[in-house]
């Protein structure tokens, strides 16, 4: 059984280097999934996945072990990931509805092009829905529904009470199936109200 | 119908944490209870199960390499391709290292002969000098042939300033006879003319007198 993240942190602090190799390893992709669903970039994400490691990386004698390191992590790349929306906004350059529009290997290949091409369809009507939602709604989602993070985490990672996690998740998941159902999707319709 | 508890802060953080799976014992039960009572709360969380759905269409793009550093997949048209032009550069790797080898060791045998023609040079000229007599007091030699080079050269000055000296004396000998000479037929032709005008007797002298005086110069 490997170390855990807090152990990792502890070595790399005591001026074990490598370990922080192993934090690397470990948390890269999902940062690095995390900031391409925030900026529909793969180039910006891999920048922003660097750049909070390295940010970490520095800060980490800093590094109290008050949150979980993940979230302290996932805390680094959103502000990164915010800044960069923020410039993005100012200079006007790129929207994000243009990025999303350029991602043809978004869906995993399955048999069925038919299929193929609804799953295409739901996805992009998904990104589309979720980058038009407010920013605060739109990392909790993204970090609840893709990141998988508990609330606790998120709520360290933004650094906001549980409760004001919840609250934005719920009110994005309201939205969201707004925005769904405006644009047809299929599974966001009602279902038959079935006794739990 | 609405849910009576709307507004319900606390039922709707628990709706939230049964949605996804983080809630306790306690709230779970609490929640299912108010479901079990509630149809516009149930037919809400059924809304929002098949929302989550939804988005799980939404992956990351994992056929793009960046984003799948392992186990990624080629097409097999693409895996040929590669094999094939790994093939092709092998092919050109082996061909390429023979050939080069082959004028390696065509250079490494020329090298060879070229230093063995220099090392018998060498061997050739060690012994021409352990040969060679014992050498010679060159500072004396030349000391002798600088001492004896100076003495031909006295000897040769002299002898230019004897001969030298020798046609002057000649040369002034000459010059004295063939002005006497000289005089001579003058005077010869002065006691020709002597006997024929008075008149021109007097222009002749006067004539010779300047004849005279310019030998003397001379």
């Known amino acids: ?196 | 119908m609405d849910c009576e508890r709307v507004g319900d802060e606390g039922l709707r953080d628990g709706m939230m944490d049964v949605l996804y799976g983080e809630a306790d014992a306690a709230v779970r039960a609490c929640v299912e209870e108010h479901l079990a009572g509630c149809p516009a709360c149930r037919e809400e969380m059924a809304r929002l199960r098949a929302l989550r759905r939804d988005l799980a269409a939404w992956r990351l793009p994992v056929a793009r390499p960046s984003f799948t550093p392992r186990g990624v997949v080629l097409p097999r048209w693409l895996a040929a391709a590669a094999l094939l032009l790994l093939g092709f550069g092998a092919t050109l790797g082996v061909t390429g290292y023979v050939s080069l080898r082959h004028a390696l060791v065509a250079q490494e045998a020329r090298a060879s002969a070229l230093e063995r023609q220099h090392r018998e040079a060498v061997q050739a000229l060690a012994a021409a000098r352990e040969n060679r007599p014992v050498a010679l007091d060159t500072a004396a030699l030349l000391a002798s042939l600088d001492a004896r080079i100076d003495e031909r050269l006295r000897a040769n000055e002299s002898r230019q300033g004897e001969r030298l000296e020798q046609r002057l004396v000649d040369w002034e000998e000459r010059a004295e006879a063939q002005r006497r000479v000289d005089m001579a037929r003058v005077a010869a032709s002065l006691s020709y003319l002597d006997g024929r005008h008075g008149q021109q007797l007097a222009r002749t002298n006067e004539l010779m007198g300047y004849v005279l005086e310019a030998s003397q110069k001379r």
């Open chain 1, 1 to 196: 059984m490997g170390r855990s993240d807090e152990e990792l942190v502890e070595a790399c602090q005591a001026g074990e280097a490598s370990a922080f190799d192993v934090l690397v390893a470990r948390w890269e992709d999902r940062i690095r999934g995390a900031a391409f669903r925030f900026l529909g970039s793969e180039e910006e994400a891999r920048d922003v996945a660097q750049e909070a490691f390295l940010k970490a990386y520095r800060a980490l004698d800093g590094f109290k072990g008050e949150a979980r390191f993940s979230s302290w992590l996932y805390q680094i790349a959103t502000n990164l990931c915010r800044d960069r929306l923020r410039r993005r906004k100012t200079r006007a350059t790129v929207s994000l509805e243009a990025l999303e529009e350029t991602g043809p290997g978004m869906v995993e290949m399955r048999p069925g092009a038919h299929e193929r091409l609804l799953e295409r369809d739901l996805a992009q009507a998904v990104r589309r829905a979720i980058h038009a939602l407010p920013e605060e709604q739109r990392e909790v989602i993204i970090l609840k529904e893709y990141q998988e993070l508990t609330f606790l985490e998120i709520a360290q990672a933004l650094d906001v009470p549980v409760s004001t996690v919840k609250t934005r998740l719920y009110r994005g998941l309201g939205q969201l199936r707004l925005r769904l159902e405006r644009e047809g999707v299929r599974s966001a319709a009602p279902l038959p109200a079935t006794a739990p």
